[in-house]
């Protein structure tokens, strides 16, 4: 069974500085997509990046990247120059072709300070 | 402008009322999604539809039903919801599904249902 794990319950960062949510997550397909998103309080859920586990390039959108290292099943979100506005909870989630529906980790609230 | 449409954001029942919750969206997406989501919390997939296929989770109470008339719209039916009913209900709509190529979700607004 597929499993997304989210270490940090909750992150501060400075406005202006970078930020790292992590993610690992567990698979026995070979075949599979890692996905983040953010939910600010309102409620949406906003689709931030996604990367594919055949893609040898990192996914980047923005401000957004995705430090995926396959061999040690982590996907971490890096966030660079936060913003007030980056404050929200975070999803890592993924797909793979064994199950074929999004598993997600239990979320990282980020805290941007000014 | 808006692509999956949650009506309405928030929604009053009362304990064993029957309550529905419509989504819409402008995607043609092929596929949606109902999760429920309580405070805190990841949100849990309850069941989607593939085209007109239904697919439920196994562990979705039977109190949850679902409807899709067509491709733009999608209810979900709740037919005595419970105190522990109360949650975020987010729908959501992909473009397909694939064993080769995996599409984003992307989610409505929510509708917010509180059960007295």
Known sequence: ?114 | DAMVIQNPRYQVTQFGKPVTLSCSQTLNHNVMYWYQQKSSQAPKLLFHYYDKDFNNEADTPDNFQSRRPNTSFCFLDIRSPGLGDAAMYLCATSRDLSTDVFYEQYFGPGTRLTVT
């Open chain 1, 1 to 114: 069974a597929q499993k997304i794990t989210q270490t940090q319950p909750g992150m501060f960062v400075q406005e202006k500085e970078a930020v790292t949510l992590d993610c690992t997550y567990d698979t026995s397909d070979q075949s599979y997509g890692l996905f983040w998103y953010k939910q600010p309080s309102s409620g949406e859920m906003i689709f931030l990046i996604y990367q594919g586990s055949y893609d040898e390039q990192n996914a980047t959108e923005g401000r957004y990247s995705l430090n995926f290292q396959k061999a040690r099943k982590s996907a971490n979100l890096v966030i660079s120059a936060s913003q007030l506005g980056d404050s929200a909870m975070y999803f890592c989630a993924m797909i793979s072709t064994g199950e074929n529906k999004l598993v997600f980790g239990a979320g990282t609230i980020l805290r941007v300070k000014s």
